[in-house]
């Protein structure tokens, strides 16, 4: 019993910026690494950011310099700060929770829903 919950998503003109946040929720014993990834029509997903429970994080090349990952511990919950959007940028975002469920086990993938975010030229 986990569950992903994402906000945030929606339409902006390029240049703009955009929060989305994703908050994780259930059965958690811990959780690792928290990211985000996107899929546009056509393409595969790929990942735009991850960020390790101690705070280390990576960007995929296209976003460096202009998103930001972060994540509140506490909350167990992970934003992305997207500025200078792109037409580019437009895609289906998704949030992932590499996390344990019990210290017996190790750690699986979760996903949220998704979230839409369209950049108008």
């Known amino acids: 019993q986990v569950q992903l919950v994402e906000s945030g998503g929606g339409l902006v003109q390029a240049g703009g910026s955009l929060r989305l946040s994703c908050a994780a929720s259930g059965s958690i014993f811990s959780i690792n690494a928290m990211g985000w990834y996107r899929q546009a029509p056509g393409k595969q997903r790929e990942l735009v950011a991850d960020?390790?429970?101690?705070?280390?994080?990576n960007y995929a090349d296209s976003v460096k310099g202009r998103f930001t990952i972060s994540r509140d511990n506490a909350k167990n919950t992970v934003y992305l700060q997207m500025n200078s959007l792109k037409p580019e940028d437009t895609a289906v975002y998704y949030c992932n929770a590499e996390l344990r469920q019990s210290p017996f086990r190790g750690p699986s993938d979760y996903w949220g829903q998704g979230t839409q975010v369209t950049v108008s030229s």
């Open positions: 960020i390790t429970r101690g705070g280390s994080t």
